[in-house]
């Protein structure tokens, strides 16, 4: 088998990594729906104390990783899939992967100083 | 290159409406939440630079072209989250019947706009008008 091209088992990574961000973000995506739609109110203050608590901070992180990872898995095929030009696919495909890194370190840098209190 | 034989492709599939609409929607959805996703990096990232820089956020965060683009992603979550689920439970061997994933198809759809309907719903009663 030659392991320099094709999936030679990366496919196989692709779709199971893709699975088990999907379960992570069933619980993860209602929770953060039920939140964000049952919160009091969406000022400053009553943000920024809810964000601050512990579960809130901790599942925050969770779920900023696991969704900015999905979406870079998900964003991947429908790039492979309709991109046709190589460099352009190649090119884009970096950007993305490129993006959704900098995207889960500014969602995760955020939730921790706010929770860490920088603010206020 | 040229001559070797291919897999079986598209072609050979005969595409009925509902499997096409089904699939297609789930990529559809998932790209409006993967702008959703940026969308609510902003916003916290807006939040952690503190009470001035939230407030001057605000201007375009709270346009009503935003609140429309806040039921679009929740509109796009539902649809996502029960097409997924439905994905979840074919990867175990079951529901790929012809009936079967017909009567799926349409019961994520029902799902996802009763779904659709109660966060809303939620949302303007938790705080009138936002």
Redesign the interface.
């Known amino acids: 088998m030659r392991r320099d091209l094709g999936s030679a088992g990366n496919g196989v990574h692709h779709w199971w990594v893709q699975?088990l961000t999907?379960?992570a973000?069933?619980p993860l995506?209602?929770w953060l729906?039920v939140s964000?739609?049952?919160?009091?109110?969406?000022d400053?203050v009553t943000?920024?104390s809810w964000?601050g608590g512990t579960w809130t901070a901790s599942l925050?992180t969770l779920f900023?990783l696991t969704?900015?990872w999905h979406?870079s898995l998900?964003?991947q095929v429908?790039l492979e899939d309709y991109v046709h030009d190589h460099a352009l696919k190649t090119i884009s495909l970096v950007l993305s992967g490129f993006v959704h890194a900098v995207?889960a370190a500014?969602?995760v840098?955020?939730?921790l100083?706010?929770a860490f209190g920088?603010?206020? | 290159m040229r001559d070797r034989p291919l897999s079986p492709h598209m072609g050979i599939y005969r595409m009925t409406r509902y499997s096409l609409i089904s699939s297609f929607a789930n990529r559809i959805t998932g790209a409006v939440l993967s702008g959703g996703l940026l969308a609510f990096i902003y916003w916290l990232t807006c939040l952690a630079r503190g009470a001035h820089a939230y407030a001057r956020a605000q201007e375009v965060l709270g346009s009503d072209v935003a609140r429309l683009g806040y039921a679009a992603v929740i509109a796009a979550f539902s649809y996502h989250l029960m097409a997924g689920v439905r994905h979840l439970i074919w990867d175990t061997g079951r529901g790929m019947e012809k009936a079967q994933s017909q009567r799926s198809a349409w019961l994520v759809i029902a799902a996802a706009l009763v779904l659709t309907m109660v966060a809303l719903f939620w949302a303007l009663r938790a705080r009138e008008g936002v």
Do not use: Y
């Open positions: 699975r999907s379960v973000l069933v995506g209602v729906l964000l739609v049952t919160l009091p109110s969406l400053f943000l920024v964000i925050l900023v969704a900015s979406s998900g964003v429908i995207l500014f969602g840098f955020a939730v100083r706010i920088s603010p206020l």
